[in-house]
């Protein structure tokens, strides 16, 4: 009589254990056994093979880095692809949004008549100025609160995907936001 088949789900969970455990050798078997696929998936999005590989490569690190929350709910393919596609999504929102304010600054150089004048050396100082008092106020943060505003902002990953990235509740998200936005208007002097 054959043998029954492995039930996957048992397996992935072994391999999540063991690397929650800091097995590396599981995670460097896991990375082999998947990467070039998730390459060739994430450069479907991504459209550079260089990009794919580095976005790829951040998905790995991310699970060595949070490895002790790390949790697979369905498979663990389903987990790596599903991660790599929400890291290529937030590059190609980040790279639309830089292109957006690229864009308005060249506008904004060229045609001033087309919005506000184009800044001087007074503004540019200012807003420089302005972004170095916001970085040393988001440094200043609690550690959850400014991971929070790090992935919200510079990520720009939604509340859930931040949740599940740290292991928190949505309310917990919006609660640390909002803790973090306090804090920082206060730390702007707003």
């Known amino acids: ?26 995670l460097e078997r896991i990375f082999r056994a998947h990467y070039a ?3 060739d998936f994430v ?7 260089e990009t794919a590989e580095e976005l790829v490569q951040d998905v790995f690190f991310n699970i060595w880095t949070n490895r002790d929350r790390w949790e697979v709910r369905e498979t663990l393919t389903a987990y790596l692809y599903g991660a790599a596609r929400n890291r290529a999504l937030n590059h190609l929102r980040h790279e639309r949004t830089a292109r957006r304010w690229e864009e308005r600054a060249m506008d904004q150089r060229s045609d001033p008549a087309a919005g506000s004048q184009a800044p001087d050396v007074l503004d540019l100082l200012e807003s420089e100025e302005a972004i170095g008092t916001l970085q040393r106020a988001i440094a200043a943060l609690p550690e959850r609160a400014r991971a929070v505003v790090v992935l919200r902002w510079q990520h720009q990953l939604r509340y859930a995907e931040i949740a599940e990235a740290m292991g928190i509740s949505v309310k917990g998200v919006e609660n640390q936001l909002a803790r973090a936005m306090k804090a920082l208007r206060e730390g702007m002097g707003a």
């Not at 039930?7 to 800091?22: I, M, Q, S, T, Y």
């Open 37 to 39: 696929a998730l390459c």
């Open 1 to 26: 009589m054959p043998s029954p088949p492995s039930d996957p789900g048992r397996l992935d969970a072994d391999v999540v254990r063991r690397v929650r455990a800091g097995d590396t050798t599981e």
């Open 43 to 49: 450069r479907r999005y991504v459209r550079s093979r």
